[in-house]
């Protein structure tokens, strides 16, 4: 994909023009979390700053509030959340299952739905994203990565409000729980959704404007895969893995992951699911040219806020657009030596997702519902890593995965949680 650079995408109709509940992200700053959440008010912020962002519009989190008030639900939900253990994992699903049908027995209010329509409608309809954006997530103090749901490919009405109303169940989905809980939050949670126009991603992924397994502020981590960036950022593939010097910006180095598939829009435009043979598994994702827009896109973003960041990012027809932005939230830890110690001898190696030093005994699970298997302080082995482990990681002592990379969800909570973490061992 030579001489790809950004652009931004044009929509085909005028943006929303916005409600107390519906707002555009032409129209939002990144000071407006408290109403739409980190994740909206950062993309409307770039939005300002005139960076290739895809046009829609954001659900605000009073809308969720309102529709919880209004079925007289929103106090229960409250007095549910006080009584869950997070640590316990036989009673946690239980009771946010309890959670979640609260939300969808509340479902979405009428007047609200019609605007949602009305809002999509002025978007050009088609197909689109539906991303949670809630009110805790995306700050400098906690990322919230890939705690709450979202959804590609989305069209018709119907399906649009049903995708809402999965968003704002999420906030109550067992991952998300017990992380508010490991980061000590006791407020309400609240969540917004934003709704934009769908990339058709060929190659997609995440970049940190700082290295985040060593701290090294001149250097660029970006890692990618073929299709739609959720196989990166939830952990589903092994991805490339390019470390860019921004001095130049020059290549410094370059780790070519085993993509196993990706995950693309199919002929009756849902998506599906590609597996991908030998030569295509091992083919290097970005070329140079892909490389060095990343890089010049990570800078402006760094510029702009002044402070680093965790994007993700999408080319489609060689355009480049950007789809998120948040704070790193796992700088500061002093990054411990990877090299054996007394002549030990190294048994396993991969990516440094998480620095540190642990022992204990290795629990091999197959998956996050085998969670409870898990002991305080073992070593969690598993295939890959996944937001959906968050319950189980407050209790491990250390990670370790066969695919993954150092930018995915879990990856990114292992730092936050400070549990060492070595992903793509394969």
């Known amino acids: 994909m030579p001489n790809a650079q950004p ?22 700053r990144k000071d407006g979390a408290a109403s739409v959440g980190g994740k909206a008010a950062n993309l409307g912020e770039l939005t300002f700053a005139g960076l290739p962002v895809p046009p829609g519009f954001a659900i605000s989190a009073e809308a969720y509030l309102a529709a919880m008030e209004a079925a007289g639900v929103r106090g229960q939900l409250q007095q549910l959340a006080a009584a869950v253990d997070p640590a316990d994992p036989v009673q946690l699903p239980l009771v946010v299952a309890k959670l979640q049908q609260c939300v969808r027995d509340a479902g979405v209010p009428a007047a609200l739905r019609d605007e949602i329509l009305s809002a999509y409608r002025e978007l050009g309809g088609g197909r689109v994203a539906v991303r949670s954006s809630a009110t805790m997530e995306d700050t400098a103090g906690a990322s919230f990565a890939g705690m709450n749901e979202t959804f590609t490919n989305v069209s018709g ?22 992380y508010r809980a490991s980061r000590g939050f006791r407020d309400e949670p609240a969540i917004a959704v934003v709704v934009q126009q769908m990339v058709d991603s060929e190659t997609s992924g995440v ?55 990706q995950i693309r829009r199919g002929g009756d435009g849902k998506d599906i699911r590609i597996e991908l043979g030998a030569g295509e598994r091992s ?49 500061g830890s002093a990054p411990v030596a990877s090299a054996a110690a007394g002549g030990e001898k190294i048994l396993l190696a991969g990516l440094g997702a998480a620095p540190g030093h642990a022992s204990g005994k290795v629990r091999i699970l197959k998956s996050p519902d085998e969670g409870q298997l898990l002991q305080d302080g073992e070593i969690l082995v598993a295939a890959m890593t996944s ?17 993954g990379g150092m930018t995915c969800h879990a990856a990114i909570v292992s730092r936050e949680l400070r549990i060492p973490c070595i992903v793509g061992t394969r």
């Not at 990343?294 to 402070?307: D, F, N, P, Q, V």
């Not at 319950?391 to 695919?403: E, Y």
């Open 387 to 403: 937001p959906d482990w968050v319950p189980t990681l407050r209790r491990a002592a250390a990670l370790v995965t066969d695919g």
């Open 207 to 261: 970049m940190f404007t700082v290295d985040p397994s060593t701290n090294d502020d001149k250097r660029i981590v970006i890692e990618a895969a073929f299709g739609l960036g959720e196989v990166v950022v939830s952990g589903q593939v092994e991805p490339d893995t390019y470390v860019i010097d921004k001095r130049g910006p020059r290549i410094v180095s370059v780790r070519i992951g085993e993509k196993t598939h």
């Open 7 to 28: 652009t931004a995408l044009r929509p085909t109709a005028t943006q929303p023009t916005g409600t107390g509940s519906i707002l555009p992200l032409a129209k939002l």
């Open 283 to 331: 083919r290097q994702v970005l070329s140079e040219a892909d490389l060095m827009a990343l890089a010049e896109l990570a800078l402006r973003i760094e510029t702009h806020y002044g402070s680093p960041q965790d994007v993700e990012w999408a080319f489609a027809r060689g355009k480049l657009y950007v789809v998120q932005s948040r704070p790193i939230t796992t700088l």
């Open 157 to 178: 009405e119907t399906e649009l409000i049903e995708k809402v109303l999965r968003c704002w169940m999420s906030i109550w989905g067992a991952r998300v729980v017990s």
